[in-house]
């Protein structure tokens, strides 16, 4: 099967991506992910402000048949997060990479270093 | 998936890319695009799902109505001819060890559908009171497979592959027909509130049966969208909503439940049974409830727990059903613990959503 995966992202094994710029980072989950949810109805996002350790859970991601954590591809403060998003769910299944989550300022930024290129993350599907 | 049963469909689910689960020990198609697409086909269209897991016993001979009356708690001895009949089938202790329907061909002749998962269970348990009968029982659930066909174009469908016309067949009417050189029984039953029918075939003719479907534009469903379609009118899952934890008295059921027929299995003890849970159904504002959240009251304390939970593709918000202590009432705020937050509920006597059947 062929995977949508685009080179100029980082990813988690948890099926998150991450886009890195200065020191904020971008999360979203993968196409991969979206496919194997189905139909997303329903999502929980953190407070903006609120403090994430790298691989805490930071919120959840519902389809019809499952409920799954969202990990945090990194640690820092939530500085926005997508309230469109939250409002309208699918968006992560119609367009996964253009639907991000939340913007997370770094306070270890070193810990990018840990993401997965897209060629490791594709040897995992 | 080795060491999984499965239905003569099983290749056919794969080639049309479906995702296949076990399910009672069967390896079952869940979707097949979108779950979403799927029930939204089903209320406006028809769609078609591969039930052969579901069991099939038969009960022939001169009491056939009499022995399928006294296990089951409802009244199958005045059903005409030509009808079905829909119960749950107690033990001693009036306790649901299945929910079944019993289809009533003839005076002699009666098949009843039970869940996959109980077909052992089930078989073990009635067997024991033939012989008090003039009846012989087979259990071709092997043998035998099982499409539900539901959504309003349903009788149209059915009918042209069968040139047959099924405008006087009632709801919850079944008749025998000859069909791919067998007999097929037609129901006009199902789980999902839509009209529809539930066709038994022998398992050679079931992949010719499913192929005149899809050829006539009927959606591929799985038991996912069957899971949404059925909670949103509202009709209870054995295993969910129904265990042998409970009587009928404590699951809504007191309507299949007859007290004023002469014997059957558990009437003793349901005649006098106190309920201690009583089965509500609720919506909530945001989030969607899962089967084992929590129900509490306004000071946190438990009343119960939730049975069935899902997103209604057709509110589109979340429903559920629970189980909850029967003396608790309903007309002080009740919530739901999502994950260690309590949510308010509101609790409602309709289903969520009334389907089309006739």
Same mark, same amino acid.
């Given at each position: 099967?062929?995977?949508?995966?685009?080179?100029?992202?980082?990813?988690?094994?948890?099926?998150?991506?991450?886009?890195?710029?200065?020191?904020?980072?971008?999360?979203?989950?993968?196409?991969?992910?979206?496919?194997?949810?189905?139909?997303?109805?329903?999502?929980?996002?953190?407070?903006?402000?609120?403090?994430?350790?790298?691989?805490?859970?930071?919120?959840?991601?519902?389809?019809?048949?499952?409920?799954?954590?969202?990990?945090?591809?990194?640690?820092?403060?939530?500085?926005?997060?997508?309230?469109?998003?939250?409002?309208?769910?699918?968006?992560?299944?119609?367009?996964?990479?253009?639907?991000?989550?939340?913007?997370?300022?770094?306070?270890?930024?070193?810990?990018?270093?840990?993401?997965?290129?897209?060629?490791?993350?594709?040897?995992?599907? | 998936? @080795?060491?999984?049963?499965?239905?003569?469909?099983?290749?056919?689910?794969?080639?049309?890319?479906?995702?296949?689960?076990?399910?009672?020990?069967?390896?079952?198609?869940?979707?097949?695009?979108?779950?979403?697409?799927?029930?939204?086909?089903?209320?406006?269209?028809? %769609?078609?799902?591969?039930?052969?897991?579901? %069991? @099939?016993?038969?009960?022939?001979?001169?009491?056939?109505?009499?022995?399928?009356?006294?296990?089951?708690?409802?009244?199958?001895?005045?059903?005409?001819?030509?009808?079905?009949?829909?119960?749950?089938?107690?033990?001693?202790?009036? !306790?649901?060890?299945?929910?079944?329907?019993?289809?009533? *061909?003839?005076?002699?002749?009666?098949?009843?559908?039970?869940?996959?998962?109980?077909?052992?269970?089930?078989?073990?348990?009635?067997?024991?009171?033939?012989?008090?009968?003039?009846?012989?029982?087979?259990?071709?659930?092997?043998?035998?497979?099982?499409?539900?066909?539901?959504?309003?174009?349903?009788?149209?469908?059915? %009918?042209?592959?069968?040139?047959?016309?099924?405008?006087?067949?009632?709801?919850?009417?079944?008749?025998?027909?000859?069909?791919?050189?067998?007999?097929?029984?037609?129901?006009?039953?199902?789980?999902?509130?839509?009209?529809?029918? @539930?066709?038994?075939?022998?398992?050679?003719?079931?992949?010719?049966?499913?192929?005149?479907?899809?050829?006539?534009?009927?959606?591929?469903?799985?038991?996912?969208?069957?899971?949404?379609?059925?909670?949103?009118?509202?009709?209870?899952?054995?295993?969910?909503?129904?265990?042998?934890?409970?009587?009928?008295?404590?699951?809504?059921?007191?309507?299949?439940?007859?007290?004023?027929?002469?014997?059957?299995?558990? !009437?003793?003890? *349901?005649?006098?049974?106190?309920?201690? !849970?009583?089965?509500?159904?609720?919506?909530?504002?945001?989030?969607?409830?899962?089967?084992?959240?929590?129900?509490?009251?306004?000071?946190?304390?438990?009343?119960?727990?939730?049975?069935?939970?899902?997103?209604?593709?057709?509110? @589109?918000? %979340?429903?559920?059903?629970?189980?909850?202590?029967?003396?608790?009432?309903?007309?002080?705020?009740?919530?739901?613990?999502?994950?260690?937050?309590?949510?308010?509920?509101?609790?409602?006597?309709?289903?969520?959503?009334?389907?089309?059947?006739?």
């Amino acid at each position: 099967m062929s995977q949508n995966v685009p080179a100029d992202l980082k990813y988690t094994k948890d099926h998150e991506w991450a886009k890195v710029e200065g020191d904020v980072c971008t999360v979203g989950i993968t196409d991969f992910a979206q496919s194997q949810l189905g139909d997303i109805v329903f999502m929980e996002l953190p407070e903006p402000g609120r403090t994430v350790g790298r691989g805490e859970s930071f919120g959840v991601v519902e389809s019809i048949k499952s409920v799954s954590d969202l990990y945090s591809p990194i640690s820092g403060e939530v500085l926005e997060r997508n309230d469109d998003l939250v409002a309208s769910p699918d968006g992560c299944n119609q367009n996964p990479y253009g639907s991000w989550m939340v913007k997370i300022k770094m306070s270890q930024p070193q810990e990018q270093n840990e993401l997965l290129s897209a060629d490791s993350y594709l040897s995992l599907l | 998936m @080795e060491n999984l049963k499965c239905t003569p469909l099983l290749k056919t689910h794969e080639a049309l890319k479906a995702r296949i689960v076990d399910f009672a020990g069967f390896a079952m198609p869940v979707q097949y695009q979108s779950v979403k697409e799927e029930v939204e086909v089903v209320r406006k269209s028809a %769609g078609v799902f591969d039930v052969s897991h579901m %069991g @099939e016993f038969w009960v022939n001979g001169p009491e056939a109505v009499a022995f399928v009356d006294y296990i089951m708690t409802n009244d199958f001895l005045s059903a005409p001819v030509g009808k079905a009949v829909y119960s749950p089938l107690c033990n001693h202790e009036g !306790k649901i060890l299945d929910d079944l329907i019993a289809y009533k *061909l003839s005076e002699t002749r009666v098949l009843i559908c039970v869940n996959a998962s109980n077909i052992d269970k089930d078989w073990n348990w009635i067997k024991q009171f033939a012989p008090k009968f003039k009846v012989e029982l087979t259990n071709l659930s092997d043998e035998t497979s099982l499409l539900a066909l539901q959504g309003p174009k349903s009788e149209e469908v059915l %009918g042209q592959i069968l040139s047959l016309s099924l405008a006087e067949l009632p709801y919850y009417g079944v008749l025998s027909a000859k069909w791919d050189n067998s007999e097929i029984i037609i129901a006009r039953t199902g789980y999902t509130g839509e009209d529809g029918f @539930e066709v038994f075939c022998p398992n050679k003719s079931i992949v010719k049966l499913w192929n005149a479907m899809i050829e006539l534009k009927v959606a591929p469903c799985g038991l996912a969208a069957r899971d949404v379609l059925r909670l949103e009118v509202c009709y209870p899952l054995y295993g969910n909503d129904l265990s042998e934890e409970l009587t009928p008295l404590d699951a809504g059921l007191k309507w299949t439940v007859k007290l004023d027929k002469p014997d059957f299995v558990g !009437k003793s003890a *349901l005649t006098n049974y106190q309920p201690v !849970k009583k089965l509500i159904k609720f919506q909530l504002e945001k989030g969607i409830p899962r089967s084992g959240y929590l129900i509490v009251d306004g000071n946190g304390k438990q009343v119960g727990l939730t049975s069935s939970g899902t997103h209604s593709v057709s509110l @589109e918000r %979340g429903i559920g059903m629970a189980l909850i202590d029967f003396s608790q009432s309903t007309k002080e705020p009740l919530f739901i613990s999502v994950r260690n937050q309590n949510v308010s509920i509101n609790i409602q006597t309709k289903p969520f959503v009334n389907g089309g059947h006739k």
